[in-house]
């Protein structure tokens, strides 16, 4: 069964740092690209960024690049976005996603809250 | 950006009707697009892929169609259990957009 957990939100004030995880079983990990999909409270989704398999490759929506870094660790299954100087606007649950191959996502973790409030 | 633009926002439908839910692209996205649906409370499920291909588990009552700029996912037969909001997701370019969802619940 693929499970994606997410780990590593809260309430973080403005200006300052985060870095999320999301620990990936149930598939060959480092078969497939991965992405985080945001959403603001009662809004809609919102792709962020996408890794490679190797993770040699990353891909940014314009609005985070500079300031969002997607990683992987194949050794470790595990996703990562760190984010730095963080704004109210980044305030959202952040879900990492499993990439088919395709561009679309047919697994998605539970999500995790990000809260960015002084 | 490609702009995805669902209709209508939100549907109210009864148990049994058939749902239409639109999604239109603001240039031609040759059949890249993706339906999603989200319960309350819960992270997105795949439904419909390359416009009109079910993903493996979902009922035979979801189905999608369309082509060039206009979509459709239709819910044949309402259940109770879909009561959810449904996004469509362009991936033919970057960045990957999604339509601002519609939410449907029941009469």
């Known amino acids: 069964e693929v499970q994606l957990v997410e780990s590593g939100g809260g309430l973080v004030q403005p200006g300052r740092s985060l870095k999320l995880s999301c620990a990936a079983s149930g598939f060959t990990y480092s078969n497939y690209v991965m992405a985080w999909v945001r959403q603001a409270p009662t809004k809609g989704l919102e792709w962020v960024a996408s890794i490679s398999t190797g993770g040699g490759n990353t891909y940014y929506r314009d609005s985070v690049k500079g300031r969002f870094t997607i990683s992987r660790d194949n050794a470790k299954n595990t996703l990562y976005l760190q984010i730095d100087s963080l704004r109210s606007e980044d305030t959202a649950t952040y879900y990492c996603?499993?990439?088919?191959?395709?561009?679309?996502?047919?697994?998605w973790g539970q999500g995790v809250m990000v809260t960015v409030s002084s | 950006d490609i702009r995805m633009t669902q209709s209508p926002a939100s549907l109210s439908a009864s148990l049994g009707e058939t749902v239409n839910i639109e999604c239109l692209a603001s240039?031609?996205?040759?059949?890249?697009l993706a339906w999603y649906q989200q319960k309350p409370g819960k992270s997105p499920q795949l439904l419909i892929y390359?416009?009109?291909s079910l993903q493996n588990g979902v009922p035979s009552r979801f189905s999608g169609s369309g082509s060039g700029t206009q979509y459709s996912l239709k819910i044949n037969s309402l259940q109770s259990e879909d009561v959810a909001t449904y996004f469509c997701?362009?991936?033919?370019?970057?960045?990957?957009?999604f339509g601002g969802g519609t939410k449907l619940e029941l009469k």
């Open positions: 996603a499993k990439d088919t191959g395709a561009n679309y996502f047919d697994y």
């Open positions: 240039e031609d996205i040759y059949s890249d």
């Open positions: 390359n416009a009109n």
């Open positions: 997701q362009q991936y033919n370019n970057y960045p990957w957009t």
